[in-house]
């Protein structure tokens, strides 16, 4: 099995590889995401090319490296053509959760993989409609205090408390945790010839 490295602070997406017993290795990649929100109104190429320049970044730090595979990902929460990104605060997580209660809306991630002594560099993305219960004032503020918001797409984690009021999922449920495993799974054995099984 090639090295695989995880370009990503997520320990969420860390949590879901480790769950399917994948081992693999840390490295950070940072992006401005709002310089590209800027500039990309479409959330789904916005994901993907956020992923994209993350394995670009973490193949330059690598490039000592051979036959390392890198994996970058990006997720976004849509509700009616708006971004809901990660909240700086309390109140903008209240903010977040509020506008998501009682509706659908749509989990996008984007996913991109490369090589080390490859210059490809393999994009797709995922989709995934959650609806979240109704929820009183109350209820969103006892979650806020949980603190499983900070730094998460839509400021929740399916993992964790915010379960509690997930209605419904129509898509990847690793997706919503920010890595469809599935398309993973896929890229790496007909792109790079690498088996997770």
């Known amino acids: 099995m090639k090295k695989i490295i ?7 997406r860390g949590k879901l590889l480790n769950n399917a017993l994948i081992s693999f290795d840390f490295l950070l990649a940072y992006v401005d995401e709002e310089k590209y929100k800027k500039k990309i109104s479409d959330p789904i190429e916005l994901v993907k090319e956020l992923a994209k320049i993350k394995v670009a970044n973490a193949r ?27 909240a700086k605060d309390d109140k903008e997580a209240f903010k977040n959760i509020k506008r998501l209660a009682g509706k659908s809306h749509n989990l996008i991630t984007g996913i991109a993989v490369s090589e080390t002594n490859n210059p490809k560099i393999i994009v797709d993305y995922d989709t995934t409609v959650v609806k979240f ?9 006892r979650y806020i205090k949980t603190n499983e918001w900070r730094g998460r797409a839509g400021s929740y984690s399916i993992m964790d408390k915010a379960s509690l009021f997930i209605e419904s999922i129509q898509g990847s449920p690793s997706n919503v945790i920010g890595l469809p495993l599935h398309k993973l799974f896929k890229i790496l054995k007909e792109e790079f010839d690498v088996n997770l099984l």
């Open 6 to 12: 995880l370009a990503s602070k997520s320990i969420d």
């Open 60 to 86: 330059q730090n690598l490039s000592n490296e051979k036959d390392v595979i890198i994996i970058a990902a990006d997720t976004m929460v849509e509700l009616n053509g708006e971004f809901i990104g990660k």
């Open 133 to 141: 219960l109704d929820l009183s004032d109350d209820d969103i503020w």
